[in-house]
């Protein structure tokens, strides 16, 4: 374990990572763990990856479990990286089957990473407010680990999810609301019942599970990143994650300086990141009125939106919204041609490359990399109707 401290992402102050940690004390902005990537480089080596253990614990130099804990896993990450066959068309495109994974998405990562520490660091009641996925894992994943977990998730969260998350010991509870409501519900009550709040980006350690999404990219493509990313975007974090991998594995002398463009896709019912993009604002507001069957794309405001614009900016990508109508036919598009039935985010990014392609965002030959970040499975009410 080569976690220095945990530091403020906005103000820089740093916080102590040997107690459990929520926000910025001074900002209430996300914190990120710094990592003493020399001292983890002596041991973690590009080379002998291939001969570690498959799942995403094998970048344990860069994770925050000390090395003598054992980790709360159930074989999360080592996903697929499959070559779209047609899809593509004159693009060089990649999918980073995120299915895959235990809880059938990519939540599965930070779950493993935040729900491992929490437990190192004392928790007992860990509480989500959840889309869906994010409250799968984390009901897996407390269970896994002997831990109570609560979940909180708007009603109309499709019902696989909510099983689910039954069905792994959860208490469950539905609110006539929003994500942003759920998460108001935890803050409101969380210090009464004892509950560690682990929403995404307030607690520092599932951006860490996320951040071997980068790393497993660069593994699987021989440390030569692609030339552009989608990204369904709802929070973030995923986007937020292989950013900081990117840094770091330059920092480690993995990689060079390229980075792929990065675009984050939205649903055009609830678009708060492409607004503020488009707008070139520095943090974007709460997008009213926001409705969408991605359910994962039902964050009407995002903690982490001044990191996700930055890093559109900086790496001269961009935002780009789908609607409802455009994810669910291009869905079975991409499950007729490529075998893959895709959760309604995932296929949002696959109809944003065509319109990325049209615009000339994305050219013909460029090597691009699509996330299906859950299984369309989940989505039986959304897909059964089209
Ligand atoms: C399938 C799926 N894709 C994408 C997202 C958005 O992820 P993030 O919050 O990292 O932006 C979610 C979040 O719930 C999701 O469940
Ligand atoms: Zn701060």
């Known amino acids: 374990m080569f976690v220095t401290r945990l530091e403020c992402s906005a103000c820089g102050l740093w916080h102590d990572g040997s107690r459990l940690q ?38 344990r130099e860069v994770l925050p479990l000390p090395a003598n804990i054992e980790p709360v ?20 495109l990649w999918i980073k089957d995120e299915s895959i ?31 869906g996925n994010a409250g799968g894992a984390l009901a897996a994943y407390a269970a896994r680990a002997g831990l109570e977990s609560h979940i909180f998730m708007p009603r ?8 689910e998350c039954r069905e792994l010991g959860a208490h469950v509870t539905l609110i006539d609301g929003l994500i942003t409501d759920c998460g108001a519900e935890i803050a ?12 995404t980006l307030k607690e520092p350690y599932r951006v860490e599970g996320k951040k071997t999404l980068g790393y497993e990219l660069a593994e699987q493509f021989n440390w030569e990143l692609p030339d552009s990313i ?43 990141i492409v607004r503020a993009f488009e707008a070139g604002e520095k943090s974007a507001g709460e997008f009213p009125n926001a409705h969408t069957i991605a359910s994962g794309l039902r964050v009407p405001k995002a903690i982490g939106d001044f990191l996700i614009l930055n890093i559109l900016r900086e790496s001269n990508g961009g935002a780009i919204a789908v ?50 970040t859950g299984s369309g499975i989940k989505y039986l009410d959304c897909y059964q109707d089209q």
């Open 73 to 92: 896993s159930l074989g999360e990450g080592g996903t697929p990286l499959l070559r779209a066959e047609k899809f593509g068309d004159d693009i060089d």
């Open 101 to 131: 994974n235990p809880t059938q998405s990519f939540k599965a990562r930070g779950m493993s990473v935040a729900v491992s520490m929490a437990k190192q660091l004392g928790a007992t009641k860990l509480a989500v407010p959840s889309a």
């Open 323 to 372: 609607d409802d109508q455009e994810m669910i036919r291009v869905a079975r598009e991409v499950g007729s041609n490529e075998g893959l039935f895709v959760a309604p985010e995932a296929a949002a990014c696959f109809a944003a490359l065509k319109s990325l392609r049209s615009a000339g965002k994305i050219q013909s030959g460029e090597r691009a990399v699509i996330f299906n």
């Open 22 to 59: 929520n926000l910025c004390l001074s900002c209430s902005k996300p914190l990120f763990a710094i990592v003493d990537l020399a001292a983890a480089s002596r041991t973690l080596k590009r080379e002998t990856l291939a001969t570690r253990e498959k799942s995403l614990w094998r970048y």
């Open 188 to 199: 409101r009550r969380k210090a009464k019942e004892g509950w560690f709040d682990v929403s």
């Open 230 to 272: 989608l990204y369904p975007t709802g929070g973030g974090t995923g986007l937020i994650g292989m950013w900081k991998a990117f840094d770091e594995m330059q920092a480690l002398g993995w990689i060079g300086t390229k980075r792929p463009r990065m675009f984050a896709v939205q649903a055009t019912g609830c678009a708060p």
């Open 156 to 163: 109309d969260t499709p019902r696989a999810n909510i099983i």
